[in-house]
């Protein structure tokens, strides 16, 4: 056993909120975890909707459209949707948006529409686009690919604490129970191989209906959705996943009545930054914008 | 030829007919079916699991799992893991909600889902649990290191039976390595005492023998408590207190309460169990 152990009473010297700093190993106001390096922040857009969802809770397309251009404008500061688009994608790019398809809660077909439909506008041609989730690694445009835009629901999971954009690689490799070792603490490190390195150019994490809390093999129940209503969009998948793991933490507190942290923590974000250095889980080092509707914004 | 509880369920009821074949599991390749959620099951006994699934136009699948976990104790284990409440309306232990039941009985757990909910699919998930419930016709003891639990103020759903270090770091983490040398050949059971605002955490690790729980211990003071040198209990950082104390297999631990009286006499009532039992569980 290696001497550099780190220990919950380590977060106790430096955080009251031991309960979130130790379980969960995010959200630590001064933890004992270095963050990153240097002093930019990561930003982060999180646009609401009352309207985004329809009777049956389904995603309207029109609002989806709205909701993640809003979005991407603030994310690139630039003036008007298209505008902001241009800069991710262009003519020459051939374009995989990761999806995902777990049955219970999948990417809603309306965000998966809305993305193509602007990358298409951004000048990038139809038969250069392919979504899908399985397939990643084998779609001949995957293969191909230039520009990677990563989507997904935020949901927790029965072993990686939660289900993130970080996560949502794993169909990048041949054998992803291969990553499954420590609770999945070493995600991120797919990110750095050669066939998606540098590739990501949006990261939307879906928080439209998420699940905050799983119980069985499935790790689902209709009774720990929520209707959040909600899209986190920006460039670090760190920043964003960390962004969406307080607001579960925060609909996690409100519905059992106490501090309830993921089970297991959500390691795998908290080392893509401490140990990868694939961007940035420290709220410090986050700059969120909120856009839109703010009932139950938990954040 | 095995034969799952599964087995006893008719092919048709109330208008949800079974897929023609059912579909089996066993550790080489229960990723092939749940994935990342296989983890939990394999960190316990797990040898078996039949899957059928049942559609009814018009309605949402109701997929029944039931998992052979090899014995009452982790079949309990793993029950443990997922539960919120404490009820019995099926098996041995059951969690309802809505559109599933979980429930464990001998060394079955069992898993029936039906998504998205309706009122149909509900009833139906019932009466697949009642059915599958009556045809398991023995019940088996849970892990007798339960018994070691004080009840005075004990939160039951809160028990947490494991034999493996990440369910210990999910539920209470203590450090990011396993310095309790929890393993395959001890168990370990979590539980939270008193109410919020007051609550205390105990972790009792049984082990194989009284060297391997001593040489946890020294490992436990070393990395975790240095201050258990002087006291069995004492006060942390956060201002509570924090106690540990190992005699025979039995290594007992309790963190966060608000006094040194209260985490001493939860490691004093835990220790009398203990010898009550002739120093076994």
């Known amino acids: 056993m290696t001497q550099r152990i780190i220990t919950r009473r380590q977060f106790l010297k430096t955080s009251a909120s031991a309960t979130i700093a130790g379980a969960l190993l995010l959200d630590s106001r001064g933890s004992v975890f270095g963050f990153g390096e240097g002093d930019a922040r990561s930003r982060v857009v999180l646009v609401r909707d009352e309207n985004a969802l329809d009777d049956l809770g389904g995603a309207r397309e029109a609002v989806m459209q709205d909701m993640l251009d809003r979005a991407v404008t603030a994310l690139t500061g630039e003036s008007d949707a298209l505008a902001a688009w241009r800069t991710l994608v262009g003519p020459k790019d051939v374009v995989g948006i990761k999806s995902n398809a777990w049955g219970y809660l999948p990417t809603p077909e309306a965000v998966e529409k809305a993305i193509k439909l602007r990358v298409i506008e951004a000048g990038v041609a139809e038969e250069n686009i392919a979504i899908t989730d399985q397939e990643a690694r084998t779609h001949p445009t995957f293969k191909r690919a230039t520009a990677l835009i990563n989507t997904r629901p935020l949901r927790t999971h029965a072993w990686s604490g939660v289900g993130s954009l970080i996560k949502n690689y794993i169909m990048f490799v041949e054998r992803p129970s291969a990553y499954h070792g420590d609770s999945c603490a070493d995600l991120a490190t797919i990110w750095k191989l050669p066939h998606v390195a540098g590739k990501t150019r949006l990261n939307v994490l879906v928080m439209l209906t998420p699940l905050f809390h799983g119980v069985g093999p499935h790790h689902f129940s209709s009774e720990f959705v929520w209707k959040y209503r909600g899209l986190l969009v920006g460039f670090d998948p760190v920043a964003v996943d960390a962004t969406g793991v307080r607001i579960l933490v925060a609909k996690r507190r409100e519905h059992f009545g106490e501090d309830r942290p993921l089970n297991p923590p959500a390691k795998h974000i908290q080392l893509a930054d401490t140990r990868h250095h694939l961007g940035s889980a420290d709220p410090e080092k986050i700059e969120l914008i909120a856009l839109g509707w703010k009932e139950g914004v938990l954040i | ?281």
């Open chain 2, 1 to 281: 030829m095995y034969q799952s509880p599964v087995s006893s369920l008719p092919v048709s009821l109330e208008g949800w007919v079974a897929s023609s074949k059912d579909s089996v599991y066993d550790r080489t390749n229960l990723y092939d079916y749940l994935d990342g959620g296989a983890e939990l099951y394999l960190s316990f006994g797990f040898r078996t699991l039949v899957n059928r699934a049942y559609s009814r136009p018009g309605q949402p699948d109701i997929v029944i799992d039931v998992f052979d976990m090899g014995g009452s104790k982790d079949a309990f284990g793993a029950f443990s893991l997922s539960r919120e409440t404490v009820a019995r309306e099926f098996g041995q232990g059951s969690q309802c909600t809505e559109g599933s039941v979980l429930f464990w009985k001998d060394r079955y757990f069992v898993s029936i889902l039906a998504s998205p909910q309706t009122p149909e699919a509900n009833a139906a998930v019932l009466t697949f649990a009642r059915l599958i419930d009556e045809s398991i016709e023995t019940e088996s003891p849970p892990p007798e290191i339960l018994g070691l639990l004080p009840p005075d103020s004990l939160e039951e759903r809160s028990i947490r039976y494991f034999r493996h270090p990440a369910w210990l770091d999910a539920y209470y983490f203590l450090a990011d390595e396993n310095i309790l040398h929890i393993g395959d050949t001890t168990e370990a059971v979590l539980a939270r005492y008193g109410s919020q605002g007051e609550r205390l955490v105990l972790l009792l690790v049984l082990y194989a023998n009284d060297g391997d729980a001593r040489r946890a211990y020294e490992d436990f003071k070393r990395y975790y408590l240095p201050e258990l040198s002087r006291n069995a209990v004492v006060r942390v950082e956060d201002g509570t207190w924090s106690g540990c104390k190992v005699e025979g297999r039995l290594l007992a631990a309790v963190f966060d309460a608000a006094d040194n009286g209260r985490a001493s006499a939860l490691l004093q009532s835990v220790f009398d169990r203990y010898r009550a039992n002739g120093r076994r569980s």
